[in-house]
């Protein structure tokens, strides 16, 4: 895995490189003789000028991908939605709910790894988040007070703002519990 996300950085380094000397040659290439150097204007990179996604931009969804030895595992996907490119880095915010009123559910989740890079997301375009989820069973009734779940609270990252994704489960309501752990979102 270390070494995919090490050539997945590499080639993302290549082509940032490949972008910024085809830029430099469109503003610095040779002038024909005689000819005034171009106006420079003040250009910022790309990245540099792309906003951070808001959850306004950003529509959450969650899809299992199996199961074993007490554990469920999916991807919370984060879809751009807006007319705009916009990025997002690292972790959001992940918990359960229930109630019907959007209650919290014992702990948070977790945050697994480091924080990795920038995704930027085009308009319709996705990122994920592995999610593993420990199962309530595994927890004495009486420690876990097992309750249902209506879904997730999910805050994007850098965000106030939620959104609910409905995923029907059992939680433990005693929130020294942690049945949730994610990982950063990436591409």
Not at 17 to 24: D, F, K, N, R
Not at 73 to 81: A, I
Not at 152 to 169: A, L
Request: with cysteine; net charge positive; hydrophobic share 35%.
């Amino acid at each position: 895995m270390a070494r995919s996300l090490w050539h997945r950085s590499l080639w993302s380094m290549l082509a940032l490189c490949g972008v910024l000397l085809a830029t430099s040659l469109h503003l610095h290439g040779s002038q024909p003789a005689g000819a005034s150097p171009p106006t420079r204007v003040a250009t910022t990179s790309a990245a540099a000028a792309t906003p951070e996604c808001t959850d306004a931009d950003l529509s959450a969804d969650y899809r299992a991908r199996g199961a074993g030895a007490g554990h469920r595992f999916g991807v919370l996907r984060l879809r751009n939605t807006s007319d705009s490119t916009c990025w997002v880095r690292g972790f959001g915010g992940l918990s359960y709910v229930g109630g019907g009123d959007g209650t919290q559910v014992g702990a948070a989740a977790d945050r697994d790894g480091a924080a990795g890079a920038r995704v930027v997301l085009q308009p319709g375009e996705r990122t994920t988040s592995a999610v593993d989820e420990t199962v309530a069973v595994n927890y004495p009734r009486g420690r876990c007070r097992p309750t249902p779940v209506d879904g997730f609270r999910v805050y994007v990252p850098d965000s106030t703002e939620s959104q609910f994704v409905k995923h029907r489960t059992t939680g433990c309501r005693n929130d020294a519990i942690h049945l949730i752990s994610h990982r950063a979102f990436r591409s």
